[in-house]
């Protein structure tokens, strides 16, 4: 009984999110070399496309470069997941409580955009 009142979005949800990403110029994607990295860990990927990270506590900040500007980092902090609800109602504090200290009750926005403030020149397309 105390598995299922307790901890249950640790049960249902995984410690992994993946992020689809974009570095954008002149509202338009391209192509961009990144990295994601939180409080549990860095992966290198390529832009546009899709990284896998794992969940944290911290934010999530994901740093993009292309030979075309200089490098921008989007910082972006994680929201509780739906799943943490059932917590509130049937574990109370100490379920919501494992959701959150394993961060498997957080996720982070599941599409993130890198735009790049040196393509925002007044009077450019």
């Known amino acids: 009984m105390l598995l299922l009142t307790t901890g249950c979005a640790s049960f249902i949800g995984e410690g992994k999110q993946t992020v689809s990403v974009q570095a954008v110029c002149y509202g ?7 990295v994601a990295e939180n409080g549990r860990g860095r992966t290198r990927f390529f832009a546009p ?11 999530l900040r994901v740093t993009c470069k292309s030979v075309f500007v200089d490098s921008h980092t989007l ?6 997941q739906q799943a943490m609800a059932g917590n509130v109602l049937l574990g109370g504090v100490v379920g919501a ?17 890198v735009v790049f403030p040196s393509c925002n020149y007044a009077g450019m397309p």
């Not at 338009?28 to 990144?34: D, F, I, Y």
């Not at 496309?49 to 934010?59: K, S």
């Not at 409580?97 to 955009?113: F, M």
Request: aromatic share 4%; glycine share 8%; charged share 15%.
């Open 28 to 34: 338009r994607s391209m192509p961009a070399q990144c």
């Open 49 to 59: 496309g899709q990284v896998t990270v794992q969940r944290d506590l911290t934010a």
């Open 75 to 80: 910082r972006v902090w994680p929201t509780v």
């Open 97 to 113: 409580g494992v959701d959150v200290a394993t961060a498997r009750g957080l996720q982070y926005p599941q599409e993130l955009q």
